[in-house]
């Protein structure tokens, strides 16, 4: 039972970073693993990282490895999203998501997005 709110999105160029976040209600934020998803223009959303509850389990999907952190601050009930080298194809609205479980991809809450822009 959580409320999500992203914040941090904007317009960068290519290779540049950006930090996004998202700030949770509630004090039971910890019970949650968190994900980050992304949805571009005429795609499906996909899963893009989750962090589990304790922080000490991180999952990337392959095309950000290496270039994307997921990170969380439990006493301050917010996730990050540290976004690195950015390419183009990083462009699409990201969300933020709680999950009961850290291996479902499926979250139970949803925040209402972010925008990301990658310029070429």
């Known amino acids: 039972q959580v409320q999500l709110v992203e914040s941090g999105g904007g317009l960068v160029q290519a290779g540049g970073s950006l930090r996004i976040s998202c700030a949770a209600s509630g004090r039971s934020f910890s019970t949650y693993a968190m994900d980050w998803f992304r949805q571009a223009p005429g795609k499906e959303r996909e899963f893009v990282a989750g962090i589990s509850r304790g922080g000490s389990r991180r999952y990337y999907t392959d095309s950000v490895k290496g270039r994307f952190t997921i990170s969380r601050d439990n006493a301050k009930n917010t996730v990050f999203l540290q976004m690195n080298s950015l390419k183009p194809e990083d462009t699409a609205v990201y969300y933020c998501?709680?999950?009961?479980?850290?291996?479902?991809?499926?979250?139970?809450?949803w925040g209402q997005g972010t925008q990301v822009t990658v310029s070429s």
């Open positions: 998501a709680a999950d009961m479980s850290e291996y479902s991809r499926s979250p139970n809450y």
